[in-house]
């Protein structure tokens, strides 16, 4: 097959920090090509240079055979590589049509045409055999969709190379299974396809060939028929990674209710009831895994539990001390630690440093604060102490926390909580768009926070992880718990019955 694009040396440096070092990658014409590594690796930089939003320091990008000089992402869209970004670029109150053709909208003597504009948009879908409604606004439709709608605007404009950045980082089980058969359904039109991922399964289950790139430089390139997940995690991290963390282990947990959730009820904006009666219990040295379907209530559960919305009914006690509807800062005075479902909108402020990040919420711990004073000494001594026993890489660590990977201000989070020594641990979506390295990371630091006789309360879409970590799993269905099962003697498909609403055996 034609190489299609093609970077010979590509060096991409922001000041003395070398980003990219001489990569040499060829793609294929219509072909998957999948890119891996660790968070930090230079993947997200290299796709960029692709897309024309940053210009190389030195190298050159061949489309084709032929030099391609780019000055922006139009110059991109115009010689036919477009890119999906890992945070949707959509407006929620325009509807799906208007969004796939804002900046390129269709007009009739100065006027927009919304009829023609509407029919070129149910062809443009019926051409690429999506599942989606035009009409629908973004504002009510999945995630999932809305990633149709960043896909469907650069098919719009003609792309013949599509570059994906973490695609599936927040979509359900679901998700990724129908956008994975879209990719290859479109790589079987003519696309080139270009995935940056962390999912080993997936880049197995749809990927041509894989490049792994690991400190900016690329170190292998196998065509997936002839390489394993293992290999690949090998390559990644450079030494042999447990790619499934297990808690066997682990010592028995204490016969004590450290944290009860009794009969809690709350409602929508629309005074509509979204979670009904959920009863739940974590003991001190537990994991308790909640599972289901993503939109069966446990982002409400999670917001319920910890202070951002209001319990309507029903109590939260944490070590025999009622703590329901307390205000998150009072949640953590009380020792509870939170690993919230989005790092940005709930857990990092990205106009802050890291080191200010490193205390957020925390302001009266670890003597970093006197008399309404901050102690900035005392608090970037706390940063680098954070950065070294949690392997945060940085090329600031006093810089702004906008400037790290996914799972670098993931990670950030995970050693502001932990460090805090909590009772309980709220997590949500831990490791949610991190890649394998610290993946594995994650899963041992909570463990050993189980260990330690502390409560864990996992909520993760990921079913592998909820199997492998805990030692009770509770399953959620249309808001409310359908049933609790042992994971140890629990099939994966048994539980998967449960989050499509099959009543357990004997009935509940």
Known sequence: MSIIIETKNLTKKFGDFIANNNINIQVEKQEIKCIVGENGAGKSTLMNMLYGVHKPTSGKILLNGKELVMNS?????????GMVHQHFKLVPSLSVYENILLGSEITKRGLIDRRVEIEKVKKLIEQYHFQIDPMDKIQDISVGLCQQVEILKMLYRNVDILILDEPTAVLTPQEVDQLMENLMALRDQGKTIIVITHKLREVMYMGDSVTVIKSGQVIGNVKTKDTNETELAQMMVGRDVVLTVRNEAGPKPQDVEAYRVENICTVNDANQ???????????????????????????????VLTGVMEVTKGKVTLNGKDVTNAWPDKLRKFGIGIIPEDRYAQGLCKDMSIPENCIAGYFDTHDVCKKGVLKGRKIRQLCDDFIEKYDIRVSDKYGLISQLSGGNAQKVIIAREFENNPDLIIACQPTRGVDIGSIEFIHRQLLAL???GKAVLLISSELSEIMSLSDRVAVMYKGGIIGEVDPSVTSSEEIGLLMAGAKMKGGE
């Open 73 to 81: 992402p139009t110059d991109a869209i115009r010689n036919g590589i």
């Open 273 to 303: 009831e979204i979670l009904h009666n959920v009863t739940l219990s974590v003991k001190k040295g537990e994991v308790l895994g909640i599972a289901g379907v993503e939109g069966n209530g446990q982002s409400e559960l999670i917001k």
């Open 450 to 452: 189980r260990n330690s």
